[in-house]
């Protein structure tokens, strides 16, 4: 007899397209701290290697080459930033009403000193930093953005905590 079950599927990590993948690394590994796994290196369409049949799968036919670099955060989740030489340059509309990836959210208890350390490297502070529940946690969240245009969120605790115990309920 088979049993299926399903089991919580864990986070590997997430690609994002930036304009130019040195200013992303150089602002990702300085200012979020994350670990340069792999530095910016170039990937050529051919069918010779696996990561160029690989790309060719997924991208289809009309591209040349593109950047690519492999970060990581501190719990080791892989950020894969991809840079592309005739991509659109800016980011798109921020829409999230629109199905898609709205944001990812990151987590630091410093909340107040990543935010001022984002918006002094270029980027944005989109919102207040708000508390969740003033009169129960010392919990806390922004949404901000990076030099690119790209909108990310900071916890200052984790997702398990923030939600736990009826997170809007009174």
């Given at each position: 007899?088979?049993?299926?079950?399903?089991?919580?599927?864990?986070?590997?990590?997430?690609?994002?397209?930036?304009?130019?993948?040195?200013?992303?690394?150089?602002?990702?590994?300085?200012?979020?701290?994350?670990?340069?796994?792999?530095?910016?290196s170039?990937?050529k369409?051919?069918?010779?290697?696996?990561?160029?049949?690989?790309?060719?799968?997924?991208?289809?036919?009309?591209?040349?080459?593109f950047?690519?670099?492999?970060m990581?955060?501190?719990d080791?989740i892989?950020?894969?930033l991809?840079?592309f030489?005739?991509?659109?340059k800016?980011?798109?509309?921020?829409?999230?009403?629109?199905?898609g990836?709205?944001?990812?959210?990151?987590?630091?208890?410093?909340i107040?000193?990543?935010?001022?350390?984002?918006?002094?490297?270029?980027?944005?502070?989109?919102?207040?930093?708000?508390?969740?529940?003033?009169?129960?946690?010392?919990?806390k969240?922004?949404y901000?953005?990076d030099?690119?245009?790209?909108v990310?969120?900071?916890?200052?605790?984790?997702?398990?905590?923030?939600?736990?115990?009826?997170?809007?309920?009174?």
């Amino acid at each position: 007899m088979t049993i299926n079950k399903t089991y919580p599927k864990s986070f590997s990590h997430i690609g994002i397209t930036v304009p130019d993948i040195k200013k992303a690394v150089k602002f990702y590994s300085e200012v979020m701290g994350w670990y340069i796994i792999m530095e910016p290196s170039t990937v050529k369409k051919e069918t010779e290697t696996a990561i160029g049949l690989m790309c060719i799968d997924v991208f289809g036919e009309d591209w040349e080459t593109f950047e690519i670099a492999h970060m990581s955060t501190s719990d080791g989740i892989g950020i894969e930033l991809f840079s592309f030489p005739n991509g659109v340059k800016e980011a798109p509309e921020f829409n999230p009403f629109n199905t898609g990836l709205f944001h990812f959210c990151i987590q630091d208890p410093d909340i107040e000193g990543l935010t001022k350390k984002i918006v002094d490297n270029g980027g944005k502070q989109r919102m207040p930093i708000r508390e969740y529940y003033p009169e129960d946690k010392p919990y806390k969240m922004v949404y901000v953005q990076d030099p690119f245009g790209i909108v990310f969120e900071i916890y200052t605790h984790s997702y398990e905590l923030t939600y736990s115990s009826g997170a809007y309920a009174k």
